[in-house]
């Protein structure tokens, strides 16, 4: 199956600072992805979803202040973190989506905790 | 709003036997459905899609049905092995976005 990576797979940052994390397709272009929290024991919940060279577009409830998401290129999507609080602290993941069947690939993930 | 259900949360049994996990949804509507592993830490990896055209999709050990009409798909995992231990997620997809259950946790035991 198709890859997506996505860096860092955790990371440990101090409250208030800004935290970046990458989500890369591979061996495909994806001119969509897709930007998930998950918290413990609990299902993947859609932050918002990314379009190559356009706007993200976010979920009811999710600030776009504070979650940064830029689309750069057909295989890049970054998530930033802005002004991290302990509240922010949980396990991220990104997915991309091949074109032709509409399915998806997931990164790793990224846990991040804020000290 | 697409709201998606798996039954049962959690399920213990030996090794060998066969697994039956369920996922209902509340919307037919949909575009496709995903069956997904998720070991703990980790993040997801595909088993199955099934287009909203189909009826079945079969990989392995692994075969997922689906019947848009009553909301319902079911994933089947013959003669299980201690290494099929995860936790299975089904995601919906509509025209916009995808909608997960919130797993079946199986523990497959030596």
């Known amino acids: 199956g198709a890859v997506v990576s996505q860096h860092p797979s955790w990371v440990i940052c101090k409250s208030g600072t800004s935290v970046k994390i990458e989500c890369r397709s591979l061996?495909?272009?994806?001119?969509?992805m897709f930007w998930y929290r998950q918290f413990p024991k609990q299902s993947l919940m859609l932050m918002a979803t990314s379009n190559e060279g356009s706007k993200a577009t976010y979920e009811q409830g999710v600030e776009k202040d504070k979650f940064l998401i830029n689309h750069a290129s057909l295989t890049l999507s970054t998530l930033t973190v802005t002004s991290a609080h302990p509240e922010d602290s949980s396990f991220y993941i990104c997915s991309a989506r091949i074109g032709l069947t509409g399915e998806l690939f997931f990164g790793e993930g990224s846990r991040l905790t804020v000290l | 709003k697409q709201e998606v259900t798996q039954i049962p949360a959690a399920l213990s049994v030996p090794e060998g036997e066969n697994l039956v996990l369920n996922c209902s949804f509340t919307d037919s509507a949909i575009y496709n459905l995903q069956w997904f592993r998720q070991d703990p830490g980790k993040g997801l990896t595909s088993l199955l899609l099934?287009?909203?055209?189909?009826r079945e999709q079969t990989s392995g050990r692994l075969n997922a049905s689906l019947d848009k009409s009553s909301g319902r798909s079911t994933l089947y995992i013959a003669a299980s092995q201690p290494g099929d231990s995860a936790t299975y997620l089904c995601a919906v997809r509509d025209d916009y976005k995808l909608s997960f259950g919130a797993g079946t946790t199986v523990t497959v035991r030596a």
């Open positions: 099934i287009q909203s055209s189909q």
């Open positions: 061996d495909f272009q994806a001119t969509t």
